[in-house]
């Protein structure tokens, strides 16, 4: 059975930090392209980051591109997302995505609350 689990999301005052995790069970989270989205009132869904499954290699999107950080563990079955100089703007539901094209298969976390604001 395949499960994603993000870990607890909080409030967090602007420019500080918060790292979310993702981890999954009933599959290799090293075996498909791992993605961070995010969710507001304004925009139904917006692609943050990907870590790819070949290579690890990693892109961002241009609105949190140098502040956060995806990264994988492969011994945890684990992914990250370390979000640094946060601002008012990333306050989201934040969702873990595990997609793979052959065979096809994806799979969604729950999502988790980030709010920044003082």
């Known amino acids: 059975e395949v499960h994603v689990v993000e870990s607890r999301g909080g409030l967090v005052q602007p420019g500080g930090s918060l790292r979310l995790s993702c981890a999954a069970s009933g599959f290799t989270v090293s075996s498909y392209v791992m993605s961070w989205y995010r969710r507001t009132p304004e925009k139904e869904r917006e692609w943050v980051a990907t870590i790819r499954s070949s290579g690890g290699t990693t892109s961002y999107a241009d609105s949190v591109k140098g502040r956060f950080t995806i990264s994988r563990d492969n011994a945890k079955n684990t992914v990250y997302l370390q979000m640094n100089s946060l601002k008012p703007d990333d306050t989201a539901v934040y969702y873990c995505?595990?997609?793979?094209?052959?065979?096809?298969?994806?799979?969604w976390g729950q999502g988790t609350q980030v709010t920044v604001s003082s």
């Open positions: 995505n595990a997609f793979r094209l052959d065979p096809g298969a994806a799979y």
